[in-house]
């Protein structure tokens, strides 16, 4: 078995490899067929396979680029340094081909000073290189970005994820198969139900728990009843100790699962006229969630705030 990631060793290098809604995928395939890259802003969900789209369009246009995660140089200094150094200069595959900066997690780009000026470098570099964005949020991204770029929004309808988890599924047992991994195709196609569309989070599950040479059923262990009840009873009682240590306890636990499961359950968890409140701060922390350097210490934060302000029955 490879010691390497999945998502990346098996991360698609040509287009026509890439797992897409038939629409996006014929945009793309327009793309390698013209051989021109516009300024482009890739939009979706983790894990929809955007970065990958935009390195393997690079890949099979055997265009020069270089690779920059908001996330961690979001700041002005970023334009100034790497990419002007990179912008500036003449592309090593030669020819008229233009280079492309590919900027993944853009909605973490300061939106006060380094998108304003990113719109200027789109502009003056425009004749040599071409930029794609990638964000969550596109509603985080300046009017100004997405007016020069094309935008793709990498969401789909549940036929469509219905027939894409069906591609995926056939790419997951072979994946698996390769890595003389035992399975059963029925708890392949369980996980994919659970997590689609964020593909990498599958293969991430998969390998994560197939680590003895068989796909293990922990990989879909739930928040169970019971444990969900002795959390409830911490936050009606306000027994703060004991949420945290529920918190502790369930790690493994994605906090989009615990607060889906507290939204579920509202009606019978909650006094009628505290679960607009409870909502409102269900959303606020699901979407901190994305940005948070610590996800623990936020879902503890965003129970302590219901545990405060929602009555529980």
């Not at 020069?148 to 789909?156: G, V």
């Not at 599950?205 to 796909?215: D, I």
Request: with cysteine; proline share 3%.
């Amino acid at each position: 078995m490879t010691n390497l990631l999945w998502s990346e060793e098996y991360r698609p290098k040509k287009i026509s490899e890439c797992i897409l809604p038939n629409e996006i995928a014929a945009t793309f395939g327009e793309i390698v067929s013209q051989k021109t890259v516009p300024n482009m802003l890739l939009s979706g969900g983790s894990g929809r396979g955007k970065t990958t789209v935009a390195r393997a369009l690079c890949n099979e246009l055997e265009l020069d680029y270089i690779l920059i995660n908001g996330s961690e140089d979001s700041g002005i200094d970023v334009l100034r340094t790497k990419i002007r150094q990179f912008a500036s200069t003449r592309s090593i595959m030669g020819g008229d081909k233009h280079k492309v900066v590919i900027l993944d997690e853009a909605d973490y780009l300061n939106a006060s000073s380094t998108q304003p000026a990113l719109r200027a470098f789109i502009e003056e570099f425009s004749g040599s290189c071409r930029f794609i964005l990638t964000c969550n949020f596109r509603n985080r991204i300046i009017e100004a970005l997405k007016s020069r770029c094309t935008c793709i929004d990498f969401t789909t309808d549940k036929k469509t994820l219905a027939q894409l988890a069906g591609k995926f599924h056939k790419r997951v047992c072979r994946i698996l198969e390769e890595n003389k991994v035992k399975y059963e195709p029925q708890l392949v196609a369980e996980m994919i139900t659970r997590f689609a569309p964020d593909w990498r989070r599958i293969l991430n599950e998969c390998q994560r728990y197939s680590m003895n040479g068989e796909l293990s059923s922990a990989a879909l262990s739930s928040l169970s009843d019971e444990s969900f009840n002795g959390l409830i009873e911490s936050l009606k009682t306000k027994d703060f100790k004991g949420m945290r240590k529920w918190v502790a306890v369930n790690t493994d636990l994605d906090a989009a699962t615990v607060f889906r499961k507290i939204y579920d359950n509202l009606s019978e968890t909650a006094d009628p006229q505290s679960i607009p409140q409870a909502v409102l701060i269900i959303a606020d922390y699901q979407y901190k969630d994305a940005f948070v350097a610590d996800h623990e210490i936020n879902l503890v934060a965003a129970l302590t705030e219901m545990m405060r302000d929602v009555k529980w029955k």
